[in-house]
T-cell receptor, first 109, second 113 residues
Framework: GQSLEQPSEVTAVEGAIVQINCTYQ??????LSWYQQHDGGAPTFLSY????GLEETGRFSSFLSRSDSYGYLLLQELQMKDSASYFC??????????FGDGTTLTVKP | DTAVSQTPKYLVTQMGNDKSIKCEQN?????MYWYKQDSKKFLKIMFS???????INETVPNRFSPKSPDKAHLNLHINSLELGDSAVYFC????????????FGPGTRLTVT
């Protein structure tokens, strides 16, 4: 089966940089994706990594190390609106997506 | 212009009833999914379909039956509803079966009393 670990909560201040880590165990690994979900809302896609390295999308970047079964989401220049839950999801080549339990990010002024 | 839409947004019903949730995507994607998110916000895949064919059925009770009349629609029918079925159900779609980039509908909050 698949399993993922990510911190349950992270707190940071506006303007800071925060990193949310995700470690995973799976067979047939295809890629790691990241989603943001505000309270009462739907998950929205942020980024994915299929290959090792860093993917940058504006203030958000995602990193993957396949050999370490590890990835992270980096959020820069934090804003209050970034307060949300962040999920990593591992995707297999059989088409299955397993989501982590989510990290609640609180951005303080 | 809504990419992935679901109806209804809220559903309150009694135990033992049968209900359906509809999902449509206008993104031209080939793969569609149903997820269940419980009160602790754990998001679990239930089913995925690629071009109307079931590819993932994740140990979901057979009271849950998905139906895909075409690749733009994936409906979820639930028989004999139980209290534990109360959750938010999300439909999603992606261009490829890999599911690396999924787009979610707004969710259907199901409450079973």
């Amino acid at each position: 089966g698949q399993s993922l670990e990510q911190p349950s909560e992270v707190t940071a201040v506006e303007g800071a940089i925060v990193q949310i880590n995700c470690t995973y165990q799976t067979s047939g690994f295809y890629g790691l994706s990241w989603y943001q979900q505000h309270d009462g809302g739907a998950p929205t896609f942020l980024s994915y990594n299929g290959l090792d390295g860093l993917e940058e999308t504006g203030r958000f970047s995602s990193f993957l190390s396949r050999s370490d079964s590890y990835g992270y989401l980096l959020l820069q220049e934090l804003q209050m609106k970034d307060s949300a839950s962040y999920f990593c999801a591992v995707n297999t080549n059989a088409g299955k997506s397993t989501f982590g339990d989510g990290t609640t990010l609180t951005v303080k002024p | 212009d809504t990419a992935v839409s679901q109806t209804p947004k809220y559903l309150v019903t009694q135990m033992g009833n049968d209900k359906s949730i509809k999902c449509e995507q206008n993104l031209g994607h080939d793969t569609m999914y149903w997820y269940k998110q419980d009160s602790k916000k754990f998001l679990k895949i239930m089913f995925s379909y690629n071009n109307k064919e079931l590819i993932i059925n994740e140990t979901v009770p057979n009271r849950f039956s998905p139906k895909s009349p075409d690749k733009a629609h994936l409906n979820l029918h639930i028989n004999s509803l139980e209290l534990g079925d109360s959750a938010v159900y999300f439909c999603a779609s992606s261009q490829e079966t890999s599911g690396l980039e999924q787009y979610f509908g707004p969710g259907t909050r199901l409450t079973v009393t």
